[in-house]
């Protein structure tokens, strides 16, 4: 099975920065897309930004200019958050979509870590 562990959260003043990070592990084969979901008090969980095997990458309008999303050689994607701002205030969760065998695909989910922007 996928286990994904987040973390970088935590409290922010408006303007500032925080970077977020998912680490995926078990039998996971290949990675064929990572992303960033959130939900904020009040509203329904959305798509933050996602990226896929080969690089690419897709953003919501709202963080356009301000969030990046990226991953590495091992197993681990991250978002980089720059000039914050209080509506940016919500649970972030990651999710991955992977090949567990070659016949078997898995969509996982982190637990999720919180984000507060103060104003």
């Known amino acids: 099975q996928v286990q994904l562990v987040e973390s970088g959260g935590g409290l922010v003043q408006a303007g500032g920065s925080l970077r977020l990070s998912c680490a995926a592990s078990g039998r996971i084969l290949s990675i064929n897309a990572m992303n960033w979901y959130r939900q904020g008090p009040g509203n329904q969980r959305e798509l933050v930004a996602s990226?896929?095997?080969?690089?690419?990458t897709n953003y919501a309008d709202s963080v356009k200019g301000r969030f990046t999303i990226s991953r590495d050689n091992a197993k681990n994607v991250y978002l980089q958050m720059n000039s914050l701002k209080p509506e940016d205030t919500a649970v972030y969760y990651c999710?991955?979509?992977?090949?567990?065998?070659?016949?078997?695909?898995?969509?996982?989910w982190g637990q999720g870590t919180q984000v507060t922007v103060s104003s």
């Open positions: 990226i896929t095997s080969g690089g690419s």
């Open positions: 999710n991955v979509r992977v090949l567990t065998t070659l016949l078997q695909t898995y969509d996982g």
